[in-house]
């Protein structure tokens, strides 16, 4: 690609509305497998629309207008500011839409519903022209009985207004990066019998027993047959009940025989269906559920408890997700991108996803009990002050969302508030110039409604662990867990950092709580970490994996820590520390060029090997040094068995792996927890060089259990580039050059890269060795290390820092690529340039420098940075460039000595690496023999 400067990158990777599928109908799915019915119809589509801007709309009686006053056109699902709408308007106020429907139900004597996905904020519904009802809040599931409003045998007109102003008292969340507003989730008609089951909650054990809590609503009271079908009809129950007219619940108990476990390994489901017949006839209800046990546990002598899955200790290794789509907003195009959002984090290993500010849309839902990962849910939150319509409100819409979501076995935790956001008293709502943590008032009486919404939950919903606060300010009241947040760079931070939070947590600390509340003996585990907002101005798009091996060493250390939650999945609008870019295309860690096959999944499993050491060390040339190790088992797989951890330390000398000392060391896998073992000793290499210990544990059948690295500067004072050769070599910084043409040059990383943005060139004068070192010139080769060079923003217009706030989740604009942290991390969008060299003005060589990276392979550009918050080209690095002098120059080169080595690129650009920048410890090196 050519040289382009743009505002971010995020907004070149959208995904096209052209992805919408070509049924004509978005999401034509049930829009809730966990609870489907087979009689219903989609009104996801086209529908009339009118947007009415501000605080008006009902005085002009919408709901009675015919289809010309309606003067555009919506695709529902989707919120009407995201551009699969069709509308694309980034406006508060109230949406008027209209459809016309002509359906009748398969059966006669149905009662028929209209339901809705969500739809943000409040809602009325007129079904040909009569008011069918009203709802308020933006994330919960409802619906309105039609079976009276309903013309089976013509024409249906159903409107719905929709009025959005973010009022204080609304649960918003981060809408910033993508407005909800209006209808956003799947709409659809559904018929019923007149007696039929309105819900049904499972709770499991993993004895097999199952508690089943129905919901009937009886139209027509009488005995009725309360039946479950499932696996096959392997597991079978059926209640005779007596029901009266209205709401009947029922409680059932059933046992499943050698019952298969659901966990992210093994996430069975046992799909089947709940029937009820009465007078009334046969009710009908697909669902399914997964046999597990969430809790918390004390292991061994231990005085604070882990986090268990099938009374098993589980690891977690975890992600935040925005659930944001660049084209669709918080409303995804398809069913099956939502079922790759799973795929993209299980390939990964991970085992779990925080659901960051919002309810997730019931079909992801599906997908992560289908595929196999825990989800912690989070509700919204309001920003306004914590007043008794934002309480009351507050309230209502949780209620709804945990009583829809209470069916899905992958969700493991319910986080009732993130923050303290809407928990502080002020005179006003946030405004998007407020700081970072407002100053404003965490009230006890705040805290004690806190403390009695986390109780409430508790009681709701027993079989789930449940935080009452995701805390960044260390304000926990009451809490299944005791989690915090950091977002630190910057490894000696790093490691203060974590080894401080697990030495104040213990039973009864008053540590990361409010005044007056202490810890109990929950289980440790950060719920949001990255080095995102580490970074003075934050970290624009950088390279994440240089500090994401080093954080999850430093967390596997530690005994008392169960898991982490990474900030984040995907890129979003002002955060780009995702493992994907926002449109679902990889970055590269480059992990895999330290220890061959190693990708980010090595980090997460469940039996690690800790190298207890900084990412990089220097160290002397042919120096011994110690490497402390640690086993890190959260898996009981192993246990019993002998695993063997094979080790090398191998360096890359001008291309050729060498490798200097390797070796095996059997282990007795035992054991949850963490453990030391034996250090290892290994011998430096005697030269200059990236030398790398590479770790792999392997079971005695030849499978590899985890990877891991760590690496060392080796120094001697030179590059002992003649090693085993005779000759003589000339090594010269890359910031001696003589002359440079380009638009846009200059040096970073302590003048140990230089860099030239568009098309130019750079000389330099080089002197060999004279007759008296060397008589003989019979052999010339010029090594250097060099890569694109994308131009930023920054580079062409000057570095501006943009103020680090809350501003960012409300939609400011991030300016990324003028923050002077930036540096596009390696992904697969490339920046090529070519670049073509000459001696004395005669041309020797044609390259083709294939990007412009930045990863974990920029060892000393990450190295040798100066402050942990402040990156200066971190982490970029290039690629080895080797030329052959032809002979004709090299009997020029003998006579005069000299030369004047001339490195020309196309637009776009070059960058060279000196002695402490990129990946290899040299500077221009010219090797003569």
Known sequence: MGLKIRKGRVQSMLTPIQALPQTGIPRPEYPRPEWERADWLSLNGTWSFRLVPGETGQDELWQDQQEGEFDT????????????????????????????????PAQTESRLFLCFGAVDYSCDVWINGTHAGSHAGGYGSFEFEATGLWRTDSDNVIVVRAEDNDYSYQARGKQGYGELRGIWQPVWLEARRNNYVKAAAFATRIDGRVDVSAKIEAKQAGKAVLTFDFDGG??????????????????????????????????????????????????????????????????????????????????????????????????????????DEIYLMKRLGLNFVRIHIKPEEPRKLYWADKLGILVMEDMPCFWGNPDETARASYEREAREVIERDINHPSIFSWVMFNETWGLKTDDKAPDQTRDWIPANRYLPETQQWVREIYRWAKQFDPTRLVEDNSPCNWDHVESDLNTWHFYKNGYEIVREHVD????????????????????????????????????????????????????????RRHDKMCGFVFTEFRDVINEFNGYYRLNGTEKRFGYEWFVPGMTLADLHSPDFIVIDAPPCQTADAGSTVEVALLRSSFSDRHFGKTLHLSWELWFDHLG??????????????????????????????????????????????????????????????????????????????????????????????????????????????????????????????????????????????????????????????????????????????????????????????????????????????????????????????????????????????????????????????????????????????????
């Not at 500011?81 to 429907?101: A, I, T």
């Not at 810890?519 to 994401?548: F, K, R, T």
Request: proline share 5%.
């Open 73 to 104: 056109r919506i695709v529902v699902p989707f919120s009407w500011v995201s551009p699969l709408s069709g509308v694309g308007r980034n406006e508060k106020g109230v949406g008027w839409y209209r459809r016309v429907v002509r359906w009748s």
């Open 656 to 929: 050729v792996r060498t490798v200097a000392e390797k070796g095996s060391v059997a282990l007795d896998w035992n054991g949850y927890g963490v453990s030391p073992l034996a250090p290892l000793a290994v011998r430096l290499p005697e030269q200059d060089a990236v030398a790398v210990l590479a770790i792999r544990l392997l079971t005695q059948e030849g499978e590899v259990v985890t990877r891991n690295f760590t690496t060392f500067d080796v120094r001697n004072g030179k590059f002992d580039e003649t090693a085993g050769r005779t000759g003589k070599a000339v090594s010269l910084p890359v910031g001696q050059f003589k002359h440079h043409s380009f638009p846009y040059q200059w040096n970073a990383i302590q003048g140990h890269k230089v860099n030239g943005g568009g098309e130019g060139k750079f000389e330099y004068e080089i002197t060999l060795p004279d007759q008296a070192e060397l008589r003989f010139l019979s052999n010339v080769e010029i090594y250097f290390e060099a890569g694109a060079k994308r131009l930023l923003a920054r580079n062409v217009e000057g570095e501006v820092y943009t103020k680090a706030d809350i501003s960012f989740m409300h939609g400011a604009d991030a300016n990324t690529e003028r923050n002077p942290n930036m540096y596009y991390m390696t992904d697969e969008e490339r920046h090529e340039s070519r670049i073509e060299v000459s001696i004395d003005g005669e041309p020797v060589e044609l390259f083709l420098l294939p990007d412009d990276p930045a990863d974990s392979r920029g060892v000393l550009s990450w190295h040798y940075q100066t402050a942990a918050n402040k990156l200066e080209e971190a982490g970029s690095y290039g690629y080895l460039c080797k030329i052959n002098v032809p002979g004709r120059i090299a009997a020029k080169l003998d006579r005069t000595r000299k030369l004047l080595l001339t490195i020309r690129a196309d637009k776009g650009g070059v960058a060279l690496y000196g002695r402490n920048a990129g990946r290899y410890p040299m500077d221009l090196l010219v090797r003569c023999e």
């Open 234 to 339: 392997a597991v079978h129950c059926s209640e005779e009940l007596e029901l009266s007219e209205g709401l009947n619940e029922v409680n059932v108990s059933f046992a499943v025989a050698d019952p298969r476990l659901w966990s992210p390994e093994t996430p069975f489901l046992y799909e089947g269906e709940v029937r009820l017949v009465s007078d009334t006839g046969e009710d009908a209800v697909s669902t399914y559920f997964g046999i597990r046990e969430i809790g918390t546990a004390l292991f061994d002598e231990r005085k604070y408890r882990w986090i268990t899955l099938n009374g098993k200790p589980v690891y977690l290794n975890g992600t935040l997700d925005q659930s944001y789509h660049p084209a669709g907003y918080f409303t995804y195009p398809t069913d099956q991108e939502m079922r």
């Open 500 to 555: 401080s939070i697990v030495d104040q947590t213990f039973p009864g600390s008053t540590f990361n709580y409010c005044d007056g509340y202490a810890q109990s003996d929950a289980p440790l585990m950060n719920s949001e970490c990255g080095n995102v907002w580490g970074i003075e101005g934050g970290a624009g798009d950088s390279d994440v994996a240089w500090h994401y091996r080093y954080m999850l060493n430093e967390f």
